[in-house]
C-alpha cells in the first residue's frame, strides 16, 4: 500500500519545456507538501498546503506553481524549465501542521533538464 | 542565517559497534527535532522525534540526544549492522505558526560486515 505516491518518477525534459508532477497521499493527511533535494543532498522545502490551503511559500521562482484539488493531492507544475531545477523533488504529507509533526515523504521525482 | 550542520563525511564502522552521528546547529532555537532515513533512490523515513525539553529518547537500538545550550543532537545506533547502512538526517522544527522543517544535508553510515 503505497502512503504518498508520486508520479513519474524519471523526467528528463530540455529546457523551456513545462511539466509537472503529481502527487498523492491515501494516509488522511492535512499537510501536504514539496521538497527540493539538490546534488548536494540538501533538503528544501518549497511549498505546503494544510487542508489545501497554501501555508508556506519558500523564496522559489514562481515558475513553480503547486496545486492542491483536494487535500489528498498537492501537484506542482514547472514553466520554463531551466539547467538549475534538474533535482529530486519529494512529495511529502503530514498528519497536521504542529508541533512535532512526522513527515511521510514519496519515493521522488528525478528531474534531469538537458 | 540557519544552519544545520552534518558531518559530510561517511562513518565508516564495524558490523555490533555503535554509531555516533552528530548534528549541530547556529542561528536557530528549534521546538524540537527530528531523525530521519534516506536509502539511495527512496525517500527519507522518520525514525525519532525530540523535543527542547527532552534530553533524551530512545528506540529499539536508536537513542537521541538534544542539547539545546550546545546546540547539538547526538545520533546513536547500537549493536549496528549492514542493514543500518544508509544516509540519515537530522531536521529541525521552527516555532512560527508554519512549523517548517529544515533538513541538515545528512551523513552517510557504512557498516562493515
Known amino acids: 500500500d503505497t502512503a504518498v505516491s508520486q508520479t513519474p518518477k524519471y523526467l528528463v525534459t530540455q529546457m523551456g519545456n513545462d511539466k509537472s508532477i503529481k502527487c498523492e497521499q491515501n494516509?488522511?493527511?492535512?499537510?501536504m507538501y514539496w521538497y527540493k533535494q539538490d546534488s548536494k543532498k540538501f533538503l528544501k522545502i518549497m511549498f505546503s498546503?494544510?487542508?489545501?490551503?497554501?501555508?508556506i511559500n519558500e523564496t522559489v521562482p514562481n515558475r513553480f506553481s503547486p496545486k492542491s484539488p483536494d487535500k489528498a493531492h498537492l501537484n506542482l507544475h514547472i514553466n520554463s524549465l531551466e539547467l538549475g531545477d534538474s533535482a529530486v523533488y519529494f512529495c511529502?504529507?503530514?498528519?497536521?501542521?504542529?508541533?512535532?509533526?512526522?513527515?511521510?515523504f514519496g519515493e521522488g521525482s528525478w528531474l534531469t533538464v538537458v | 542565517s540557519q544552519k544545520i550542520e552534518q558531518n559530510s563525511e561517511a562513518l565508516n564502522i564495524q558490523e555490533g559497534k555503535t554509531a555516533t552521528l552528530t548534528c549541530n546547529y547556529t542561528?536557530?532555537?528549534?521546538?524540537?527535532l527530528q531523525w530521519y532515513r534516506q536509502d539511495p533512490g527512496r525517500g527519507p523515513v522518520f525514525l525519532l522525534l525530540?523535543?527542547?525539553?527532552?534530553k533524551e529518547k530512545r528506540k529499539e537500538r536508536l537513542k537521541v540526544t538534544f542539547d539545546t545550550t550546545l546546540k547539538q543532537s547526538l545520533f546513536h545506533i547500537t549493536a549496528s549492522q549492514p542493514a543500518d547502512s544508509a544516509t540519515y538526517l537530522c531536521?529541525?522544527?521552527?516555532?512560527?505558526?508554519?512549523?517548517?522543517?529544515?533538513f541538515g544535508s545528512g551523513t552517510r553510515l557504512l557498516v562493515r560486515p
Open positions: 531536521a529541525l522544527g521552527g516555532r512560527d505558526s508554519s512549523y517548517k522543517l529544515i
Open positions: 511529502a504529507s503530514s498528519p497536521f501542521q504542529g508541533n512535532g509533526n512526522t513527515i511521510y
Open positions: 498546503y494544510n487542508n489545501k490551503e497554501l501555508i
Open positions: 494516509l488522511g493527511h492535512d499537510t
Open positions: 525530540i523535543r527542547e525539553n527532552e
Open positions: 542561528n536557530y532555537s528549534p521546538a524540537y
